[in-house]
């Protein structure tokens, strides 16, 4: 379901929403829990929880863990109409190569969260949503 | 099958085709044009990297040679189960896949998925599930996701998976249950040319795997339940 939400016109998540192509519990299965550590929810949260992913552009919102959010900020994405033409999926595609040259070394989100400019990268987790979206408002790739 | 004998006998006529580890790309010939390649060799597990190149060669050939048709010769083990890729964001790459071969299809390019070796889970899904026909060779393997990490997410025991996938079309590994489902149309045997050239001449009926999945008894609601939303709405 990771590749059809992304096929959607727009994304709105809250912290504790997951969005991802295999859980950690499958990679964990699979690869050992060296390679993704299911049980430890930071980690995980950091990895594919909803402030990463909108840092890196994959969401369109974030908001808090409540219907109120959800409903208001999917109102104002009802007109939301991505360019699937040539050109704008050539930007897409480039906005995509983009990540894996600026981010592709990273071994943890606290690593593209530094290089996004943020300051203290490990405090990021503790803010409500909208503090959250504040301090990250000029970092965020777009 | 190799990739390298499966291509000599899919372009008797001649092909330019690249290899670059475990990608590749590049143009065969036929008596009806020439086609574009693109693929993966040796059961790929499709991450980041290689979901982005799939994607950009098909951005090219709209790009450059419009209407050319494109023959997808993906073998993958699945998408590639790391955490990096799931930092990266995975699921978008696999999604622009997906998108940039929607666009080449809106475009007037054929699509033609021929699974000759494995395909599994999202490296299917993002590629050849998404041809205007899938097609496969008899001693190909298909699959929805390997038994262990189904049993850790269903908390269904391994054996009784086991059990169930000898008799379920719905997650029994092997081709013919995908050809039951309707989501493999045909094998291809014989002369992989003519099967090619027979693909490359069929109409284009646009997306019927429901309607085959239910004559050939392994898909047995998806068309009627389709079918009753589509009225609702309607």
Not at chain 1, 75 to 103: N, Q, T, V, W
Not at chain 2, 124 to 136: I, K, P, Q
Request: with cysteine; proline share 4%; glycine share 10%.
């Amino acid at each position: 379901m990771g590749i059809a939400s992304r096929l959607c016109d727009a994304i709105i998540m809250s912290e504790e929403g997951r969005l991802g192509l295999s859980g950690p519990e499958v990679i964990e299965t699979t690869c050992g829990v060296e390679e993704f550590d299911s049980r430890d929810r930071a980690l995980v949260w950091r990895t594919v929880g909803g402030k990463h992913r909108y840092l890196l552009g994959e969401a369109d919102a974030l908001v808090a863990d409540d219907i109120d959010a959800f409903r208001k900020q999917a109102l104002a994405f009802l007109d939301a109409k991505p360019d699937l033409s040539l050109e704008g999926l050539s930007k897409e595609h480039a906005f995509l190569g983009d990540r894996i040259g600026r981010f592709g070394d990273c071994r943890d989100a606290l690593d593209i969260w530094r290089r996004l400019g943020v300051d203290k990268p490990e405090n990021l987790p503790l803010l409500e949503a909208e503090e959250f979206c504040a301090a990250v408002a000029d970092k965020r790739v777009l | 099958m190799d990739a390298r004998i499966l291509l000599d006998q899919l372009f008797p006529a001649g092909h330019k085709i690249a290899f670059d580890g475990l990608y590749f790309d590049g143009v065969g010939q036929t008596p009806q044009g020439e086609v574009a390649v693109i693929g993966s060799v040796d059961a790929a597990p499709i991450g980041v990297e290689l979901a982005f190149r799939m994607a950009g060669a098909v951005l090219e050939i709209v790009r450059l040679h419009p209407g050319r048709p494109i023959l997808l010769l993906v073998d993958t083990q699945g998408q590639r189960l790391s955490h990096r890729d799931e930092l990266l964001g995975i699921n978008g790459y696999m999604a622009h896949l997906a998108k940039c071969l929607e666009l080449a299809r809106t475009s007037g390019h054929r699509i033609i998925g021929l699974v000759y070796s494995q395909a599994v889970s999202g490296g299917f899904l993002a590629s050849s599930l998404l041809s205007d026909r899938c097609y496969a060779l008899p001693d190909a393997q298909v699959q929805v996701m390997n038994l262990p990490s189904m049993s850790r997410i269903t908390k269904i025991p391994l054996e009784r998976l086991k059990e169930l996938s000898q008799t379920s079309p719905v997650f029994a590994p092997g081709v013919q249950n995908y050809l039951r489902m309707g989501a493999v149309y045909s094998l291809w045997e014989g002369d992989l040319s003519q099967r090619l050239a027979e693909a490359l001449a069929a109409p284009d009926e646009g997306d019927r795997r429901r309607k085959w999945g239910e004559e050939r008894g392994g898909r047995k609601m998806a068309r009627s339940v389709a079918d009753r939303v589509q009225h609702a709405a309607g």
